[in-house]
């Protein structure tokens, strides 16, 4: 097509050319004309805004990827504007305060598309000569289709993984005493594990106690929300418009069972008295805990920590290796008034050469595969030895709903979800797994769950006991 409508453009300029040349000759000027005078005057650029969120590195990063934009065009100023995290990005975007281009997280997508505040960037960026295929994750940029467009440009993709203190969990040192270790490969690469080794690394890495633990996972739909999946349970009752979570599935129950076996083992985690001085990411660095999940964005932070050393791996399986994260993507506002030039500087940002700007920071898996898998994010002079983990793991990430009351039912079901992981004592899975799924009905399908005969004391959502001191 685009040749084609090349071919026609040329055409038209042969037929004027030609024209203007038979009209010379059958009406000659009788007076040479003067040359016409032009005083240049300098042309202002156009202004189009970028807004961005993330640590001051990456702010940082994000500024010099606008600073090369502009340094390459004449016709257009880009202006970087930033947000400490998505939260305060998305409340602006949506108070009519957006900029022509934004970075965004994939789950405040349906939000945002239900405001009619995106500018669907599909042909835009097609236009661009913009390699949707194998330039680019298949599954970061999929999570941003929607209503049959692509909303926003897949730009970053985080998958949750296992980072572990290699001097506190030594493999062969495990094998050497016979405990269950991740098999390695011919070049003694472990890229998969059990869920019966990650526990044997937590019993290895808290054997000699002096307050060494082995293990700390966040009593959140986030941080359970891995094992339930690979236990080939769910954690909503619809993928699409989930109406409760879905602990009381049986699949649910049996993933929770085998995983908290070893998260609710008090020899393995966290005592309450160290969780009340530190964090579990503080204990990490401190080298008082062996393994704890997280994401790209704690590479930086754990390359600084002093005296550890550190590597990853993917998430522990019970039945099939499943994930979760956090896809990031760049937007149009479809009330900007340069959508044109937003969209050259988007195509422009998820270059080769601008994403690895970022990516270089190591905040960012890159949705762009050829920079994903150069020096620039793999780097391999640098801890995490096996980032490539990070790639291998997107394909297994299971993308949550859209759930608009989010924070609602964060708050609604974590207390319950504390007392699972966390209480002392002997744990009635059956009863807390149904309050936990009554719990999250308040806020997902209120409708069906009020009863004017129901008081809020008498709903068997309350939990029954305080969490563990």
């Given at each position: 097509m685009l040749l084609r409508r090349l071919s026609l453009v040329g055409c038209a300029l042969t037929v004027a050319?030609?024209?203007?040349?038979?009209?010379?000759?059958?009406?000659?000027?009788?007076?040479?004309?003067?040359?016409?005078?032009?005083?240049?005057?300098?042309?202002?650029?156009?202004?189009?805004?970028?807004?961005?969120?993330?640590?001051?590195?990456?702010?940082?990063?994000?500024?010099?990827?606008?600073?090369?934009f502009n340094a390459a065009s004449s016709t257009r100023k880009v202006t970087l504007k930033s947000w400490p995290d998505h939260e305060s990005a998305l409340e602006d975007v949506l108070a009519g305060n957006a900029p022509d281009a934004f970075l965004t997280s994939r789950i405040d997508l349906g939000q945002l598309v239900a405001a009619d505040a995106l500018q669907p960037v599909s042909l835009l960026l097609d236009e661009r000569g913009v390699d949707f295929g194998d330039r680019f994750s298949r599954d970061a940029v999929d999570a941003f289709a929607m209503d049959d467009e692509l909303q926003c440009m897949a730009y970053s993709v985080s998958p949750m993984v296992i980072y572990y203190n290699t001097q506190m969990v030594d493999f062969d040192k495990m094998e050497r005493r016979e405990y269950d270790v991740p098999t390695a490969d011919d070049e003694g690469n472990r890229d998969r594990w059990t869920l019966a080794e990650f526990g044997a690394a937590a019993q290895f890495a808290s054997r000699r106690g002096n307050d060494k633990r082995g293990v700390w996972i966040d009593p959140t739909l986030q941080g359970l929300a891995p094992f339930i999946y690979s236990g080939d349970g769910e954690v909503f009752d619809d993928d699409r418009e989930p109406t409760s979570l879905s602990f009381s599935d049986d699949n649910t129950r049996e993933a929770l069972s085998e995983t908290l076996a070893i998260l609710r083992d008090p020899t393995l985690t966290p005592t309450n008295a160290q969780l009340a001085r530190a964090t579990p990411v503080q204990l990490f660095k401190r080298g008082e805990l062996a393994m704890i999940a997280g994401f790209r964005?704690?590479?930086?932070?754990?390359?600084?920590?002093?005296?550890?050393?550190?590597?990853?791996?993917?998430?522990?399986?019970?039945?099939?290796r499943a994930t979760v994260?956090?896809?990031?993507?760049?937007?149009?506002?479809?009330?900007?008034?340069?959508?044109?030039?937003?969209?050259?500087?988007?195509?422009?940002?998820?270059?080769?050469?601008?994403?690895?700007?970022?990516?270089?920071?190591?905040?960012?898996?890159?949705?762009n595969t050829e920079v994903a898998a150069s020096e620039d994010f793999l780097a391999p002079t640098l801890e995490p030895e096996h980032s490539g983990i990070f790639n291998a793991s997107i394909r297994y990430m299971e993308v949550p709903p859209f759930i608009d009351r989010r924070d609602e039912l964060t708050e609604a079901v974590t207390p319950?979800?504390?007392?699972?992981?966390?209480?002392?004592?002997?744990?009635?899975?059956?009863?807390?797994?149904?309050?936990?799924?009554?719990?999250?009905?308040?806020?997902?399908?209120?409708e069906e769950?009020?009863?004017?005969?129901?008081?809020?004391?008498?709903?068997?959502?309350e939990p029954t006991e305080s969490p563990s001191e």
């Open positions: 050319l030609g024209t203007a040349a038979c009209t010379d000759d059958a009406e000659p000027e009788s007076q040479p004309s003067k040359p016409p005078t032009t005083s240049k005057q300098p042309v202002k650029p156009r202004e189009v805004t970028f807004g961005a969120y993330g640590s001051e590195e990456e702010v940082a990063a994000f500024q010099s990827v606008v600073d090369s964005n704690l590479v930086p932070e754990l390359r600084d920590a002093e005296g550890l050393d550190f590597d990853v791996l993917p998430m522990p399986i019970i039945d099939t994260g956090d896809i990031s993507g760049l937007c149009l506002s479809s009330d900007s008034q340069v959508q044109g030039d937003a969209a050259d500087f988007i195509a422009y940002a998820v270059s080769d050469a601008a994403i690895a700007t970022v990516a270089s920071t190591g905040y960012i898996v890159p949705a319950l979800l504390e007392r699972l992981v966390t209480a002392p004592g002997v744990l009635d899975l059956e009863l807390i797994t149904e309050q936990i799924d009554q719990a999250s009905q308040a806020v997902l399908s209120p769950t009020e009863s004017p005969s129901e008081s809020p004391s008498e709903s068997p959502s």
